[in-house]
C-alpha cells in the first residue's frame, strides 16, 4: 500500500495506496473536525484547494450528529459528498482536551459532553465501532494523549496502557472489517506512539506497536507543552524505529516551519487545525512571510494576499476587501481567508514533494526556512 519513492538523507517521498484513492507524500491533511472545514469550505472547495485527504474527529461525530446517524447515511464521505480519502482521529485527543471531564480507566474513557453534559464510555472498541460507521479510510488507534510535561512513572504506565489498548483496536478493528454490514471492509489501522517527552519511553513504546505490523504508524501527543527544540528531538529519537516500509505520521503539527522540519526528519503525514484557525482571525501565510489581515496598512491595499498565490481568493479580491469583510464580521472575510491558508499549506507540500523528486530538498529547506517563518 505504501511505496517510498525516493529520499534524501530522512526526508522521504511516497505514494499510499488506498480504497479511496492514492495520497501522495508527503502531505498535509486538512481538518474538518465536524465533517466540515470551519470558516464555510465544501467538499466542492476541498478539491479546489488541493486538499488530498480530509480528517474528522470520532468524538465530535459521535456527539453529534451520532455515527448511526451518519453510517444510515451511507459514511461520512456520503455524508460530506467528499469522494477522497479521510482520516477520523480515535477521540484519544479528547482525553487530554477534556481532562476536567473525563475519567481514566484500564477499560477506556469516561467522559461527559462538552455539549450537554451526558455520560459517555469510550474504550478502544467503541471507538473502533465508531470509526467504522463512520467508514473513514484510515482508522486511528485510541490512546492516552499526556500532557507535557508529566511525571516519568505515569507516563511509562500510560504507554503501558496505549500498547494494550492498540491490541484490543486492531482486534476489533479485524472483526468489524469482516462484517457483511461494514461499508468499508477495507478501513486501516495506524498505532499511534506516545511517551511524552521522554526519549526512551518513545522508542520501546515505538519497537513494542512496530510488532504489529500496522498499515501505517504516528507520533501522537506532541505540540501539546513541550519546546519546539524538544518535539524535533523526540522525533529523531524514534525516527529510527519507525518502520520504513509504512507512512508516518506527526499528529496535530504545525506551522509551515514545523512541516518543512517535519519532513526533514522523516515524516509523510501532517496534520493541524492552526492554518484554518489563524485565517478565520486574519493571519495568514504568505510566499514573503506571514501578515495579519487587520492592521490598518491593508485598509486601501489594492493587492491579493499573495502575489504569488494561485487560490480563488487571491486571483478574486484584494487585501482591502476581505479586511472590510472581517472588520464587518462577514462570513465571507473568514472564508476566503481560510481557502488561501489552506490552499498556501496543500501547495508548499506539492512544492515539497517536487524539491524531492527533483533531490534538491536541502536547498528548498534553507531557502523557505527564513521566509516562511517571517513576519511582515
Same mark, same amino acid.
Given at each position: 500500500m505504501f511505496e517510498l519513492l525516493k529520499t534524501q538523507k530522512s526526508a522521504r517521498r511516497g505514494r499510499f495506496t488506498t480504497v479511496? !484513492?492514492?495520497?501522495?507524500? $508527503?502531505?498535509?491533511m486538512n481538518v474538518g473536525t465536524s465533517a466540515a472545514i470551519k470558516g464555510g469550505l465544501s467538499a466542492e472547495d476541498l478539491k479546489q484547494i488541493h486538499c488530498q485527504v480530509e480528517l474528522s474527529n470520532t468524538y465530535h461525530l459521535h456527539v453529534r450528529p451520532g455515527d448511526d446517524v451518519i453510517y444510515s447515511l451511507g459514511g461520512i464521505r456520503k455524508f460530506m459528498n467528499w469522494d477522497g480519502p479521510v482520516l477520523t482521529d480515535?477521540? !484519544?485527543?479528547?482525553?487530554?482536551?477534556?481532562a476536567d471531564l473525563r475519567k481514566i480507566t484500564e477499560e477506556g474513557v469516561s467522559f461527559q459532553s462538552h455539549i450537554d453534559g451526558k455520560h459517555i464510555f469510550m474504550g478502544p472498541e467503541e471507538? =473502533?465501532?465508531?470509526q467504522?460507521?463512520?467508514?473513514?479510510t484510515i482508522a486511528m488507534a485510541f490512546d492516552e494523549c499526556v500532557e507535557n510535561p508529566s511525571p516519568y512513572d505515569y507516563v511509562k504506565e500510560s504507554c503501558k496502557r496505549t500498547t494494550r489498548w492498540l491490541h484490543r483496536c486492531k482486534k476489533e478493528m479485524d472483526r468489524l472489517n469482516s462484517l457483511d454490514t461494514t461499508i468499508n471492509k477495507n478501513?486501516? *489501522?495506524?498505532?499511534? @506512539?506516545?511517551? !511524552?517527552?521522554? $526519549?526512551? *519511553?518513545?522508542?520501546? @513504546? =515505538?519497537?513494542?506497536?512496530?510488532?504489529?505490523?500496522? $498499515?501505517?504508524y504516528a507520533i501522537g501527543g506532541l505540540a501539546v507543552g513541550e519546546s519546539t527544540e524538544e518535539m524535533y528531538s523526540l522525533i529523531d529519537a524514534v525516527e529510527p524505529f519507525m518502520?520504513?516500509?509504512?507512512?508516518?505520521?506527526?499528529? !496535530?503539527?504545525?506551522? $509551515? +516551519? @514545523?512541516?518543512?522540519?517535519? +519532513?526533514a526528519r522523516g515524516v509523510d503525514f501532517f496534520d493541524c487545525v492552526m492554518p484554518s484557525r489563524n485565517?478565520?482571525?486574519?493571519? *495568514?501565510?504568505t510566499s514573503e512571510g506571514i501578515i495579519n489581515l487587520n492592521n490598518n496598512k491593508y485598509l486601501t491595499d489594492d493587492t491579493p494576499i499573495d502575489k504569488n498565490c494561485s487560490c480563488p481568493s487571491c486571483k478574486n479580491h484584494t487585501k482591502g476587501y476581505i479586511r472590510h469583510l472581517l472588520k464587518a464580521k462577514e462570513m465571507l472575510g473568514m472564508r476566503l481567508c481560510v481557502i488561501h491558508n489552506l490552499y498556501f499549506y496543500n501547495t508548499l507540500m506539492e512544492d515539497i514533494r517536487k524539491a524531492l523528486d527533483e533531490d534538491r530538498f536541502d536547498s528548498f529547506r534553507a531557502e523557505k526556512l527564513e521566509v516562511l517563518s517571517k513576519r511582515l
Open positions: 479511496h !484513492g492514492v495520497i501522495e507524500t $508527503p502531505v498535509f480515535s477521540g !484519544g485527543f479528547q482525553v487530554f482536551s477534556l471507538s =473502533m465501532r465508531i467504522s460507521n463512520l467508514a473513514s478501513q486501516l *489501522l495506524f498505532g499511534i @506512539n506516545q511517551g !511524552g517527552t521522554y $526519549p526512551d *519511553l518513545r522508542t520501546q @513504546n =515505538m519497537k513494542e506497536i512496530a510488532e504489529l505490523d500496522l $498499515p501505517g518502520p520504513k516500509d509504512k507512512p508516518r505520521y506527526l499528529m !496535530g503539527v504545525g506551522t $509551515p +516551519v @514545523n512541516i518543512i522540519e517535519g +519532513v485565517a478565520r482571525h486574519g493571519l *495568514l501565510f
